[in-house]
């Protein structure tokens, strides 16, 4: 079955600094890979998807970029704020419109952005 | 809030006492999701519904494990005999099937705590 890596489990950036987060994943059949944050005590909110007809996709200050090839894709927040610190999760699903969207997540990134 | 509702929030038990969550998904989505997230892990999949159906269910969840969805609309997920491993957040997820751009959407969840 699937199986989704994250790295690096903990990062702390100054306030206005980049984040990046990579995640691989083993199943070439995955085509749906979303990211979630999760503030403590919270619900995984959904922050941002690309599914695998697409290499890149920007939403403000967040993007995400996939490389179907080398199997991995990553999460780039541009300007972080101290809003940003959460735990971010990725994960990748192996049916794209099919019967299932079952997600298989990674171990979580701890952002900590240091005003 | 148009949200996913589960009920309740938090529930302590003692070990080998069956407990009950309820799940309300978003009205229009017919796909339904239970997963299981432990301290510093991703979100667990555990099973899934198309409408009342149970389509998947992970190795994850043993016999004491059983969840319905009777109506089609709310869902619940029962354990029986609780073991102190059962201790975890609960997250119930939706989505729409018929949506162009199918997204997995999270309640808050039922934090189980297994005495």
């Known amino acids: 079955g699937e199986n989704v890596e994250q790295h690096p489990s903990t990062l702390s950036v100054q306030e206005g600094d980049s984040a990046v987060i990579k995640c691989t994943y083993s199943d070439s059949a995955s085509n749906y890979f979303p990211w979630y944050k999760q503030e403590l005590g919270k619900r995984p909110q959904l922050i941002i998807d690309?599914?695998?007809?697409?290499g890149e996709k920007k939403d403000q200050r967040i993007a995400v970029t996939l490389n179907k090839t080398a199997k991995h894709f990553s999460l780039h927040i541009t300007e972080t704020q101290p809003e940003d610190s959460a735990v971010y999760f990725c994960a990748a699903s192996d049916h794209y419109g099919g019967a299932t969207n079952k997600l298989i997540f990674g171990t979580g990134t701890l952002l900590a952005v240091q005003p | 809030d148009t949200g996913v509702s589960q009920d309740p929030r938090h529930k302590i038990t003692k070990r080998g006492q069956n407990v009950t969550f309820r799940c309300d998904p978003i009205?229009?989505?017919?796909?339904l999701y239970w997963y299981r997230q432990t301290l510093g892990q991703g979100p667990e999949f555990l099973t899934y519904f198309q409408n009342e159906a149970q389509l998947e269910k992970s190795r994850l969840l043993s016999d004491r494990f059983s969840a319905e969805r009777p109506k089609g609309s709310f869902s619940t997920l029962e354990i029986q005999r609780t073991e102190q491993g059962d201790s975890a957040m609960y997250l119930c997820?939706?989505?729409?099937?018929?949506?162009?751009?199918?997204?997995?959407?999270f309640g808050s969840g039922t934090q189980l705590s297994v005495l």
């Open positions: 009205s229009e989505h017919n796909r």
């Open positions: 690309i599914r695998s007809n697409v």
């Open positions: 997820a939706s989505s729409s099937s018929g949506a162009t751009n199918e997204k997995l959407f």
